[in-house]
């Protein structure tokens, strides 16, 4: 359970009440930044992941983190003939033993002092011969094993994690979600608490990071997630990390009736789910807010016209008429868009055909076109589709926001409007699916 420190202390109470106090294993301090400006007290730079076991037969992978410099200077502080940094180590563990490891060696006899040797006699012998055994110059002095770094795995993961950066606003993970997590955090979560071939649940999978690197890692995953968008974000995201993935996607809408039934439990999702439906490029709001009458934004090569824009107006209610469709023929000629998309879930009225034939055609570079359309979704799945320019063409990369601050000024997407691209979960063949539906979540195995 990862959350920053304002309520952490609140989930660990509602996370002992499921699990049990006794199943608590650590609390994980992320440093997220480096530094963060904070009025009147301590710069807030980490968040905590809350760290539970269902049972005492929990699934666990030592995982370990590289020596810093500073321990290396500190605690390998000898150097041999080579120049190589080596320190001391025990070649004797606590206790006596009976075995091997109890008889004595080079006349020293460990069991006397109630210890016992950490390798037999046979092994200690291979290591003196390959120089791996410091002896001390002072009489009757031990022997010490000389380690080097390299013959260690590393320092073992605490539960102070600094080593993980966060995205800054180049890196090419980064999608331009809110609160997206670093891969590299959730590939050594995985790690630690799953083997390959194992399921990884993420129940609030945002834009699928958790499911990024379960599919990396050889894991089969399931993702939830309440948002449209954010199952688009996912879909994009594991295709362009392998296009062969294979996943399927529940609780979309595969009906008129699914549709209408998504339309009266959340208008906005069914916004969000109607525009990747006929394909935007770009959603005009991604939150719950005004939209000044523009849901979504396509655009396409216009020829010497430079580029056409396409906007979209979506409307899931019972109530919708001709009055809406002047209003949006408003719209489109403020944003002096070339064409519109009206969406309705049910048939439109004549008065409503009317209104958007009054709006004429507009000349492209792919012909003739209306220049307003009524989309509606109940005719969709009747198999009827909106005549538009071809938009396939258009690089995915142009609406990314770095990318687009360097395009010239001129008819090109709004650079305000979020975009977010279409994408979601998935798994290696035969693997876990993911299924999601915005009004009762739930998620199933192939």
């Not at 294993?25 to 809350?50: C, F, M, Q």
């Not at 206790?95 to 006699?121: M, S």
């Not at 539960?159 to 891969?183: C, F, M, V």
């Not at 000349?363 to 589709?385: N, Y």
Request: glycine residues 8%.
């Amino acid at each position: 359970m990862h959350c920053d420190p304002t309520a952490s202390h609140y989930l660990k109470i509602i996370m002992d009440s499921v699990f049990g106090p006794t199943r608590f294993l650590s609390e994980v301090i992320w440093k997220r930044t480096s530094a963060h400006s904070s009025a009147r007290r301590y710069g807030p730079i980490h968040d905590v992941i809350l760290f539970y076991g269902k049972s005492p037969d929990f699934k666990w992978n030592h995982q370990y983190q590289p020596y810093d410099q500073e321990y290396l200077d500190r605690f390998f502080d000898q150097t041999d003939d080579e120049g190589r940094k080596w320190k001391r180590s025990d070649l004797t563990g606590a206790g006596t033993r009976n075995g091997e490891t109890g008889k004595i060696w080079r006349g020293l006899d460990v069991t006397a002092k109630g210890r016992h040797w950490a390798y037999p006699p046979a092994k200690l012998e291979e290591l003196d011969a390959a120089g791996r055994v410091h002896w001390p110059k002072k009489e009757g002095g031990m022997p010490r094993l000389k380690q080097y770094p390299e013959d260690l795995p590393g320092v073992p993961l605490q539960d102070i994690w600094s080593d993980i950066r966060p995205l800054h606003n180049l890196a090419a993970e980064r999608l331009g979600y809110p609160t997206q997590k670093p891969q590299a955090l959730l590939d050594r979560i995985i790690k630690s608490s799953s083997n390959a071939g194992e399921v990884v649940l993420d129940p609030f999978c945002g834009c699928g990071t958790t499911v990024a690197s379960a599919h990396a890692n050889d894991r089969q995953w399931i993702g939830i997630d309440v948002a449209f968008h954010a199952i688009k974000v996912i879909e994009d995201r594991i295709l362009r990390q392998s296009s062969l993935a294979q996943f399927e996607v529940g609780g979309v809408p595969r009906d008129f009736e699914g549709a209408q039934r998504l339309a009266s439990n959340d208008k906005y999702q069914f916004q969000w789910w109607a525009n990747y439906l006929v394909g935007v490029q770009a959603l005009k709001e991604i939150k719950k807010g005004p939209d000044r009458g523009i849901d979504g934004q396509m655009y396409f090569m216009n020829g010497p016209r430079g580029w056409g824009r396409v906007l979209t107006s979506v409307k899931g209610g019972q109530h919708v008429g001709s009055k809406d469709v002047r209003e949006f023929k408003a719209v489109i000629d403020r944003e002096r868009a070339e064409m519109g998309l009206f969406i309705c879930l049910n048939e439109p009225t004549r008065d409503m055909n009317t209104e958007a034939a009054a709006f004429g055609f507009v000349q492209t570079a792919h012909g003739h076109l209306p220049k307003l359309q009524i989309v509606s979704i109940a005719e969709w799945f009747r198999g009827k589709r909106p005549h538009l320019p071809s938009l396939g063409h258009i690089s995915r990369e142009f609406f990314e926001p770095e990318k687009r601050a360097k395009q010239k000024k001129g008819r090109v997407p709004d650079p305000s409007a979020p975009e977010f691209k279409f994408s979601f979960p998935g798994t290696k063949a035969g693997s876990t699916v993911v299924h999601f539906n915005p009004s009762a979540i739930k998620a199933e195995s192939l």
